[in-house]
């Protein structure tokens, strides 16, 4: 079973729609949670990030923990083309080393 | 947020030859620096954690000598490929961790080919 679980879809929505994507994970020694998004070919780039359960907005996307489920969102509202990408959720393993484990990735499609 | 830069972003060599990969943190300093390696349509590979200063950390599986890891600043690391093989073709990318653990920010790739 891997750390981290997320639905590599692909999902594809209609323009304007809310996306929600998930990430379960079975660890309780996670405590940061991160979603990142990837363009094809480029580096990861962070959308948020927060450390206790609860929402925590910026523009367009909410990120939701819940730790007592072991389950992460992020929604994203009023959903763009330009937001086509895969979505990676991270999590920080609370050792020594605190490296980021990540989920597979969600392939996000828009559609116009 | 932060800005990391890496260079190459492309590099194409032949078999047998040692290719660095440059990762800077450009607007903070960084203790630590990550680097991956990432399949097409794979998530994230870590091979190894580098801090400033110190040797760098291998996951397992990772041949330290072949990926020489460098972090002689708080704001350079260096990974090298030394004697690069086809099957190390692939897409690196370094992080670099802020001041909250929970930032960790990316630098573009390096998408490496060796002939």
């Known amino acids: 079973q891997k750390e981290v679980e997320q639905d590599p879809g692909p999902l594809s929505v209609p323009e304007g729609a809310i996306v929600s994507l998930n990430c379960t994970y079975s660890n309780s020694a996670f405590q940061y949670f991160m979603w990142y998004r990837q363009y094809s070919r480029k580096g990861p780039e962070l959308l948020m990030y927060?450390?206790?359960?609860g929402n925590k907005e910026d523009g367009r996307f909410t990120a939701q923990v819940d730790k007592s489920s072991k389950y992460i969102s992020l929604f994203i509202r009023d959903s763009q083309p330009s937001d086509s990408a895969t979505y990676l959720c991270a999590m920080i393993w609370m050792d020594s080393s605190y490296k980021l484990i990540f989920g597979s990735g969600t392939r996000l499609l828009v559609r116009p | 947020g932060a800005v990391v830069s890496q260079h190459p972003s492309r590099v194409i060599c032949k078999s047998g030859t040692s290719v660095k990969i440059e990762c800077r943190s450009l607007?903070?300093?960084?203790?630590?620096m990550f680097w991956y390696r990432q399949f097409p349509k794979q998530s994230l590979m870590l091979m190894a954690t580098?801090?400033?200063?110190?040797?760098?950390?291998?996951e397992q599986g990772v041949e330290k000598d072949k990926f020489l890891i460098n972090h002689a600043s708080l704001t350079l690391s260096t990974l090298t490929v030394t004697s690069a093989h086809p099957e190390d073709s692939s897409f690196y990318i370094c992080?670099?961790?802020?001041?909250?653990?929970?930032?960790?920010?990316f630098g573009p790739g390096t998408r490496l080919t060796v002939l």
């Open positions: 607007d903070f300093q960084a203790t630590t």
């Open positions: 992080s670099a961790r802020g001041l909250s653990l929970g930032e960790q920010f």
């Open positions: 927060t450390y206790s359960s």
């Open positions: 580098s801090n400033e200063g110190s040797k760098a950390t291998y």
